[in-house]
């Protein structure tokens, strides 16, 4: 809902009386232009206010836990201890509950999606960013086909070929002849539907998110205009648009913790079929 | 969410209505796809090549660090245990040495109080028989002298009754000597008699 948003949903005279209806905001909020463009053989990418946000998260996560860890000491100060939180959060309450002994190994790769989720999610209350970056919905895609090209490797690596098929798709403890039915729901419930919530879950979440507040703020700037319930309508949605940042806020993390929690339980499915 | 979806959709739909053509939300470009895994593949390189192994081994030095500090205090205990023992066995020996002495003492005591005492008995015998052989000497002394003087009263009590002085006559002293003689002899009868009691 920056300023361009609102121009884009209506203009900065569109006010209640004013002869004009409420620019309610739609899908272009989430499409921005073009700043450059850039082509690779015959694939263009765009560079957008997104992408340049995402590769601002990149670095500031690169940058902060390389300056961090740096050179850690055994008491642990400052940016270590900081860094160290989230290195312990990511360990010991995501791999180790989830995945078990074994765990330890998958903490860089459930590391790398806690910070890279949680900040694109938060981009959407930064000041002039302003946008979940998740929002866009390749950028989930993309975190949730990474995930799934990586439990499902594993799987087959740990189980062989036939027995990662046969736990995924015949789960022990059913009479045979429910085979029939359960074999073709297992196998859409854990190889299609599973990858496509994990990633519609997160996307969904913040493009929600991110509409509420915009719909709020926006109706914050419609109704401001020389009526005492206009007045008190753009007072009562400019509230409304504040408390949902501060939602957001939570929402941001707890979306952040659910995909790595969920990428957790889907390798830990693929190291441990029995559970 | 199916919901957050439909409304998606329909704003995407009404969108399209009022006529601009506006590309799906819900569409996945190739080339957006691609950015999302190489941000995704820079972070997670760079954290497990540059960050994460660090403090690994960071937690892993602290965790030694505090199971060492442990396993020291553990071994301290063990040791300090066995200087207590040792401590004990010493204090034991001790005073199983104080008792021995004592009992040697005790020994030593009584061996020392009987010496004393035969000594003392000795001594006392000694005296005992000095005191004797002078009372012995004393006595025959005291006897002799005794005989010797009542001889010489005998005489001058004689020589007085028989009114003449016999004191110079030879055949007289004579018969005073054997007189004596006589007296001695029995004096010694009386005083080996005495002896032998």
């Known amino acids: ?275 | 969410m199916i919901n957050v979806i439909a409304a998606a959709s329909a704003a995407v739909a009404a969108s399209g209505a009022e006529g601009e053509e506006m590309p799906s939300v819900l569409a996945v470009p190739i080339d957006e796809l691609i950015i999302g895994i190489i941000a995704f593949l820079i972070v997670f390189g760079g954290l497990a090549k540059f960050a994460l192994p660090n403090i690994k081994r960071t937690l892993a030095e602290r965790a030694d660090a505090i199971e060492g500090g442990i396993e020291r205090a553990a071994k301290a205990e063990a040791e300090a245990k066995d200087l207590a023992e040792q401590y004990r066995a010493q204090l034991a020996a001790a005073r199983e040495e104080a008792s021995a002495i004592r009992t040697q003492a005790q020994a030593d005591r009584s061996a020392i109080i009987e010496e004393a005492r035969s000594e003392a008995r000795a001594a006392a015998q000694q005296v005992t028989a000095q005191a004797d052989a002078q009372l012995s000497a004393d006595r025959s002394q005291a006897t002799s002298q005794l005989t010797r003087q009542i001889g010489e009263m005998s005489v001058t009590l004689a020589g007085k009754i028989v009114g003449q002085s016999l004191t110079d006559d030879a055949r007289v002293r004579q018969t005073v000597e054997d007189f004596i003689a006589d007296l001695e002899r029995q004096a010694e009868g009386t005083s080996q008699g005495s002896a032998q009691q």
């Open chain 1, 1 to 275: 809902m920056s300023l361009n948003n609102v121009v884009a949903s209506g203009g900065l005279d569109c006010h209640l009386n004013s002869g004009c209806g409420f620019p309610a905001p739609g899908a272009e909020i989430f499409l921005f232009d073009d700043i450059a463009s850039l082509t690779i053989g015959n694939l263009e990418f765009h560079v957008t206010k997104v992408t340049v946000l995402l590769f601002l998260i990149v670095f500031a996560i690169l940058a902060f836990f390389i300056y961090a860890f740096r050179k850690p000491k055994l008491v642990p100060r400052g940016a270590q201890n900081v860094g160290e939180m989230g290195y312990l959060f990511i360990r010991d309450g995501i791999a180790r509950d989830t995945i078990g002994k074994d765990g330890d190994r998958f903490v860089p790769f459930l590391f790398s999606f806690f910070f890279l989720v949680w900040l694109s999610n938060f981009m959407g209350i930064v000041p002039f960013a302003q946008i979940p970056v998740t929002s866009l919905f390749a950028i989930p895609v993309a975190f949730a086909l990474i995930v799934y090209i990586t439990w499902v490797p594993i799987g087959i690596y740990r189980q062989g070929f036939g027995g990662f098929f046969k736990n995924l798709l015949f789960p022990p403890g059913v009479p045979k002849a429910m085979y029939v039915l359960l074999a073709p729901l297992e196998f859409l419930s854990n190889l299609i539907v599973r990858p496509a919530t994990h990633a519609i879950r997160l996307f969904a979440n913040m493009f929600a998110g991110h509409l509420l507040i915009a719909t709020f703020s926006i109706a914050a700037f419609y109704l401001l205009s020389a009526s005492v319930i206009g007045l008190l309508g753009s007072a009562a949605s400019f509230t409304v648009a504040i408390a949902l940042t501060g939602f957001e806020a939570l929402i941001q993390a707890l979306q952040a913790y659910i995909f790595t929690l969920l990428a957790a339980v889907y390798i830990a499915g693929a190291l441990h079929p029995e559970h």
